[in-house]
């Protein structure tokens, strides 16, 4: 094992915000009992909040940044994990209070660690990363409140973003009739092949919606908040469901309780950071199981832990589409 490894770190000093690649060695790692080598990590929404400084996403400094890291662990002190053992994390609060997947190796608890599924490599793993899981938690708790494939349309927002691209591969591999809304024209033609039936744009939702509208939807997957979301809930037909992950769009949500009090739709908040590991474990297996593999790989592009400040502007401006993995070793 080579003395010093690289890590991706930013510094706020007065009030300054930067961020730099820089040379570790293990005695700098946090005093956690499990130390991972980080095959790869990933590029989410919340990594570009981060890496460019906005929305006080890190909550201490210096930070080594990424929400997600996949790797082989090297050494534990906790029982439940040995060297060689294949591990991920999601959230848990990586690159917020605790020190991240942008780096080469990282110690970190017991608790925050997920086996990876057999049929994953780690690059698959970080493909999917906290966004396709998040998809996958939003998928089971659409199934939870009984929205069957027979149901009816299922809307994804955000679709060509990473969260909504693996949420339209899911449901139409799972039998949906998936209705992908983008604000990009341009990502026709990939949200077909993900196995969208129908292809809308941003600003059919992207308005002030009336309490209560024409049912369109039996579901509907949300990454973006806002309008668009209470849009949605006006469209959705009695005892529909809606599951929100995300605010791209914006944090508020301009609704009325008509949706919930005369069509008895329900709003599934989703909260991948502290999901339950049982939980968590299911969305894993059953993302290994239900997932085309060729196709995620098809909508991925790997790239360098340099390129992350780039990255980061970009994925901010909706300008990302499908999946970033972040090899920490190139
Ligand atoms: N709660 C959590 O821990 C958690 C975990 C994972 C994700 N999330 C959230 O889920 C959301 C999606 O994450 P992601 O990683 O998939 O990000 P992403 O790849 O950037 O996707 C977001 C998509 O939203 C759409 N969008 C961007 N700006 C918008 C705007 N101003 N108005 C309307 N739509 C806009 C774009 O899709 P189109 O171009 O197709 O319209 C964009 O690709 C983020 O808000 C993220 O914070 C939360």
């Keep these: ?160 973003g990473g ?7 899911l449901l139409a591999k799972l039998g949906y009739r998936v209705v992908a809304s983008s604000g990009r024209p341009e990502t026709r033609d990939y949200l077909k092949n993900l196995g969208a039936a129908e292809v809308i744009g941003r600003d059919e939702l992207n308005r002030d919606a009336k309490p209560l509208e024409r049912v369109r939807w039996a579901g509907g997957v949300d990454t973006v908040g806002s309008r668009i979301l209470s849009t949605v809930l006006a469209q959705t037909k009695d005892e529909g469901a809606v599951a929100a992950c995300g605010l791209a769009a914006g944090a508020d949500l301009p609704t009325t309780v008509m949706p919930f009090i005369l069509r008895g739709i329900k709003l599934l908040g989703i909260n991948p950071v502290t999901c339950h590991p049982a939980r968590r474990d299911r969305a894993w297996t059953r993302l290994a199981e239900d997932l085309d593999m060729a196709k995620l790989k098809a909508i991925t592009m790997v790239e360098p832990m340099t390129r992350l400040p780039e990255l980061g502007e970009q994925i901010l401006k909706g300008k990302v589409r499908g999946r970033v993995v972040i090899d920490v070793n190139r």
């Design 1 to 160: 094992m080579s003395d010093t490894f690289r890590a991706f770190f930013v510094d706020k000093r007065d009030d300054r915000y930067d961020a730099s690649i820089r040379d570790l060695t293990l005695a700098d790692l946090p005093d956690e009992p499990v130390l991972v080598d980080v095959a790869y990590s990933s590029l989410n929404y919340k990594d570009g909040l981060a890496v460019t400084g906005k929305l006080g996403i890190v909550r201490s400094f210096p930070m080594v940044c990424g929400i997600d890291l996949a790797g082989t662990v090297i050494e534990s002190a906790h029982p439940a994990f040995a060297p060689g053992d294949r591990v991920l994390v999601n959230g848990w609060g990586l690159s917020e209070s605790h020190w991240g997947g942008y780096s080469q190796k990282q110690r970190v608890k017991a608790e925050f660690l997920t086996r990876v599924p057999a049929a994953l490599s780690f690059e698959d793993a970080m493909a999917l990363g906290t966004a396709g899981y998040t998809a996958m938690l939003c998928v089971i708790a659409l199934e939870e409140a009984g929205v069957t494939p027979a149901a009816g349309d299922i809307v994804v927002t955000g679709a060509a």
């Design 163 to 169: 969260v909504g691209s693996v949420a339209v591969l």
